[in-house]
């Protein structure tokens, strides 16, 4: 008599985990405004860290395809002080004052993953899409020549953008295991285009079988522009993240 043996994944490895926790990162922002005064560049701004949730799911389909997905989301008041020198016609004019920035950034992937490898440690190539929403308010004083001038702007932004993803996982026990990820995503087009760079590296251990707990510190790069007019006036984005993340994570 014989019998068929099942086979299993790798055990770095789950069928399926959900991970809900938290993304603690120290963000900075450097935003260019195009306004009816003139261009305001803000520089690298930050105002201290923050935390944002952070949603992650991962589903196995056979032993070495399947599919993973990530959502983090910021919300952040920036101000800071200017003084920007610019022309209106022939005259130049130097402006000081404040501007602050009322930021909220949703940032989600779905990707496909293949998994290459049955040991302790696995590679695995991931093709998806990225998802992004920014919405930025910007509310400036500024004193112009002697003069006070003022300006309010919102800016509105959601695309969806091809995505590559690279990532390595090894299983020092079942219980304990390490992960590497980064991923990469580029929006082209003629009139909003960018790019947006992850990376990660943690460890994940369970104290019970099917519940653990996850730790890990990234780094984010999201930079967006906008051609704003036939003059190729541009606006522009650049957010900076880096900080740890904690998760509690279910696995079955």
């Known amino acids: 008599m014989s019998t068929s043996a099942v086979a299993e994944p790798s055990p770095a490895l789950d069928r399926f985990s959900l991970a809900i926790g938290a993304f603690h ?10 306004t009816p005064y003139g261009r305001f560049d803000t520089r690298d701004i930050g105002t201290g860290s923050v935390t944002m949730p952070r949603i992650t799911a991962d589903v196995l389909i056979g032993d ?33 004052g404040n501007v ?19 040991g302790n440690t696995v590679l695995g190539l991931g093709a ?21 001038a003022t300006f309010s702007q919102h800016d ?5 953008a091809p995505l590559l993803e690279v990532g390595v996982r090894h299983a020092i026990s079942p219980d304990l295991r390490l992960f590497a990820d980064v991923s990469g995503v580029r929006k082209g087009g003629s009139n909003l285009r960018g790019h947006i760079y992850n990376a990660a590296l943690g460890v994940e251990w369970f104290p019970v079988k099917n519940v653990g707990v996850v730790l890990s510190y990234g780094v984010s790069e999201i930079e967006l522009k906008r051609d704003v007019d036939a003059l190729s006036s541009t606006a522009r984005l650049r957010v900076k993240l880096k900080g740890p993340s904690a998760f509690l994570k279910a696995r079955f």
């Open 64 to 96: 070495s395809q399947g599919f993973s997905f990530d959502y983090y989301r910021l919300n952040r008041d920036y101000g800071t002080g200017f003084a920007n020198n610019f022309a209106i016609g022939p005259t130049s004019v130097t402006a000081l």
């Open 156 to 160: 509105s932004d959601d695309a969806f």
């Open 128 to 148: 998806g899409l990225a998802y992004y929403r920014v919405n930025l308010d910007s509310n400036a004083l500024a004193g112009v020549n002697g003069a006070t």
């Open 25 to 34: 990162a120290d963000p900075t922002v450097d935003a260019g405004l195009n």
């Open 100 to 118: 602050n920035l009322d930021l909220k950034l949703d940032f989600a992937k779905f990707a496909y993953k293949w998994w290459i490898g049955s």
